[in-house]
């Protein structure tokens, strides 16, 4: 992995990025890592999975929480964060990866329970820990980000419209955050290959991604787009709080 954050230059600082036991998350967390951060790893289910990055990340001399937390749960999030702050004293990077919404068996208004109120109970539960200076990343979907003007796969459908409500309310918070010295960003890519929710949704319409890669000439992989959202964290933020990567012309603004 070609680290894209200077190696040393995030030493003393702390990150938690939201479901980075696996995917994205697991890679954005080591790139703040290995640019010498103090990192908490948070997952909902995998465990051994985030035991395990948390020992390889440990050997880069760096601090590394592991954190179970489900962030539909009021309860789980205090007590992560209650932890994060005993331990680490506050956060400089908080990022929100984890997503969700197409597993099976879950209630009909789960999407928007995880992609939007979990969000806004996060960014709430953090907000005591973050300092000025702090900055805070949501990571969505181009499918998402404009599900407004432009259609998704019907599979995909709740989750973008519920991501994109997620990113909706987040923005509302810029002037209380900006207030506090906390900036703020939103990072949006197109499918994802070698992800779950790509795998799903390929399955479900047999050459998706293959259409996908034509209409942007390029998709990103997961260590390509992780390194996307690392840098969301640390590079200037845009006038309109928003990085959209890869090409977007598919897409109606
Ligand atoms: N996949 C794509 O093609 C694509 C494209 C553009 C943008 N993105 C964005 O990138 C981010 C990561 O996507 P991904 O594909 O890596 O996701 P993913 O593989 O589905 O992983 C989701 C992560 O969120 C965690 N999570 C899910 N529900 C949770 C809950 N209730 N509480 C705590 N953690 C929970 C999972 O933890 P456990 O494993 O422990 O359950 C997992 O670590 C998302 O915001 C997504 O919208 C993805």
Redesign the pocket.
């Known amino acids: 992995m070609t680290q894209p954050i200077a190696a040393g230059s995030l030493a003393g600082k702390r990150a938690l990025v939201?479901?980075?036991?696996?995917?994205?998350?697991a890679d954005t967390i080591s790139y703040f890592a290995n640019a010498g951060a103090d990192v908490v790893v948070?997952?909902?289910?995998?465990a051994p999975r985030a035991e395990k990055l948390a020992t390889q990340l440990r050997e880069l001399g760096v601090r590394a929480l592991v954190q179970g937390?489900?962030?539909?749960d009021p309860e789980s999030l205090a007590a992560m964060f209650a932890e994060v702050q005993r331990e680490f004293g506050g956060l400089d990077i908080l990022v929100l990866?984890?997503?969700?919404g197409m597993e099976s068996g879950m209630a009909e208004d789960y999407a928007l329970k995880?992609n939007r109120d979990?969000q806004l109970a996060v960014l709430d539960a953090a907000l005591p820990l973050l300092g000025e200076g702090s900055r805070v990343v949501f990571?969505?979907?181009?499918q998402?980000h404009f599900i407004r003007t432009t259609p998704t796969m019907p599979e995909y459908e709740p989750v973008a419209l519920s991501?994109r409500a997620g990113e909706d309310a987040l923005r509302e918070r810029i002037p209380a955050l900006a207030e506090r010295g906390i900036e703020f960003v939103v990072v949006?890519?197109?499918?994802?290959e070698g992800?779950?929710?790509?795998t799903l949704l390929e399955r479900a319409n047999p050459g998706a991604i293959e259409e996908r890669r034509e209409s942007a000439g390029k998709l990103y992989n997961?260590s390509e787009?992780a390194a996307e959202v690392a840098l969301a964290a640390v590079e200037p933020v845009p006038a309109d709080n928003t990085r959209l990567i890869g090409d977007t012309s598919s897409f109606n603004a």
């Open positions: 939201t479901g980075s036991s696996r995917g994205i998350g948070n997952f909902r289910n995998k937390a489900d962030l539909t990866n984890a997503s969700g995880l979990a990571v969505t979907s181009h998402a991501k949006s890519g197109d499918m994802i992800t779950v929710t790509a997961v787009f």
